[in-house]
């Protein structure tokens, strides 16, 4: 029962993650085509870097039908919505905090599993939950990716990883863990937007 309410909360991230992938793309004013390749990179980029860490083949994706299918109906159902109404200006910070939270506890969760450091656990957590929002930016022609733009990004990441370790240390039931953090990396991260938190930067721009 737990692996199967994994794999649906692993799915919702996926999906909210494609969306956030056509949401960057309309932004953008790329082409449909645009969006089903943003939508598929910002979904499977994470998990693709952290199975390739891990020494995973073949990669998790390749023989997933079904979230290969959630992804395409996602992306499709999105850019169809889009033809017709606008969202708001926040819609794609909050798809894609969705996205982060559940990504970053399934791969804190696959990091557990492969049986590496409870350190090496968080990184492989963090990257899971943040590559798929940097490669979408790039893709989109941004620079630098929100990420690197002084964003409590990866922060909520971090603090979400270290929350489902510790729960997952003091024996709390995967589902449990995994809803606790995800609620902690979701919250932090639109704490952030709404309040207008930022990282300080390493050092002030020189003046113009």
Same mark, same amino acid.
């Given at each position: 029962?737990?692996?199967?309410? =994994?794999?649906?909360?692993?799915?919702?991230?996926?999906?909210?993650?494609?969306?956030? %992938?056509?949401?960057?793309?309309?932004?953008?004013?790329?082409?449909p085509f645009g969006g089903l390749v943003?939508?598929?990179?910002?979904?499977?980029?994470?998990?693709?870097?952290?199975?390739?860490?891990?020494?995973?083949?073949?990669?998790?994706?390749?023989?997933?039908?079904?979230?290969?299918?959630?992804?395409?109906?996602?992306?499709?159902?999105?850019?169809?919505?889009?033809?017709?109404?606008?969202?708001?200006?926040?819609?794609?910070?909050?798809?894609?905090?969705?996205?982060?939270?559940? #990504?970053? #506890?399934?791969g804190a969760r696959a990091a557990i599993?492969? %049986?590496?450091?409870?350190?090496?656990?968080?990184?492989?957590?963090?990257?899971? %939950?943040?590559? /798929?929002?940097?490669?979408?930016?790039?893709?989109? /022609?941004?620079?630098?990716? =929100?990420?690197?733009?002084?964003?409590?990004?990866?922060?909520? *990441?971090?603090?979400?990883?270290?929350?489902?370790?510790?729960?997952?240390?003091?024996?709390? %039931?995967?589902?449990?863990?995994?809803?606790?953090?995800?609620?902690?990396?979701? *919250?932090?991260?639109?704490?952030?937007?709404?309040?207008?938190?930022?990282?300080?930067?390493?050092?002030?721009?020189?003046?113009?």
């Amino acid at each position: 029962m737990a692996g199967a309410m =994994l794999h649906v909360l692993y799915l919702t991230g996926i999906a909210a993650f494609a969306a956030s %992938g056509v949401l960057a793309a309309h932004r953008a004013r790329l082409d449909p085509f645009g969006g089903l390749v943003l939508a598929f990179a910002a979904a499977v980029s994470g998990g693709t870097l952290r199975d390739l860490i891990l020494g995973r083949h073949p990669l998790y994706w390749t023989h997933d039908r079904l979230l290969l299918t959630v992804i395409a109906v996602t992306a499709v159902v999105t850019m169809v919505f889009l033809r017709y109404r606008e969202l708001p200006r926040r819609s794609l910070m909050t798809v894609d905090a969705v996205g982060l939270a559940v #990504v970053t #506890v399934i791969g804190a969760r696959a990091a557990i599993d492969a %049986g590496v450091t409870p350190f090496a656990a968080v990184i492989l957590a963090v990257l899971t %939950g943040v590559t /798929g929002e940097v490669i979408r930016d790039v893709l989109c /022609g941004e620079f630098p990716p =929100l990420l690197l733009r002084e964003e409590v990004y990866a922060t909520a *990441a971090l603090l979400g990883a270290v929350c489902y370790l510790v729960l997952d240390r003091l024996g709390t %039931g995967p589902t449990t863990a995994a809803a606790v953090a995800a609620s902690l990396v979701f *919250a932090v991260r639109m704490g952030a937007l709404h309040f207008g938190l930022h990282l300080p930067r390493l050092a002030q721009r020189p003046p113009a």
